[in-house]
């Protein structure tokens, strides 16, 4: 079992930065990939960013260029840097742990960008 605890949500305006972590209580060296999502209010869950163990990224066409995922496997924690903060970009962010065989889930933090 892997817990994922994510940390850095708040309140900011638009335009403002942000940076997510998510610490995992085993070895990052473990886990194939890592990934950020994000649930907007009543919507569905939808991908954000995702890092592999190579250190190869990818991002949802709607925060390219402003957001920026990194990983640090010596401090079992990835990094969701914030930038350019729209109001569409309020929701519950989720980190997560996936491989062949497992998915794991943090419990969410709440990102709110004002107008």
């Known amino acids: 079992q892997v817990r994922l605890t994510e940390s850095g949500g708040g309140l900011v305006q638009a335009g403002g930065s942000l940076r997510l972590s998510c610490a995992a209580s085993?070895?990052?060296?473990?886990?194939?990939?890592m990934a950020w999502y994000r649930q907007p209010p009543g919507k569905e869950r939808e991908l954000v960013a995702i890092?592999?163990?190579?250190?190869?990224?990818n991002y949802a066409d709607s925060v390219k260029g402003r957001f920026t995922i990194s990983r640090n496997n010596a401090e079992n924690t990835v990094y969701l840097q914030m930038n350019s903060l729209k109001p569409e970009d309020t929701a519950v962010y989720y980190c997560?742990?996936?491989?062949?065989?497992?998915?794991?889930w943090g419990q969410g933090t709440q990102v709110t960008v004002s107008s």
């Open positions: 890092i592999t163990s190579g250190g190869k990224s």
């Open positions: 085993i070895s990052m060296f473990a886990i194939d990939t």
């Open positions: 997560n742990a996936q491989g062949s065989l497992y998915a794991y």
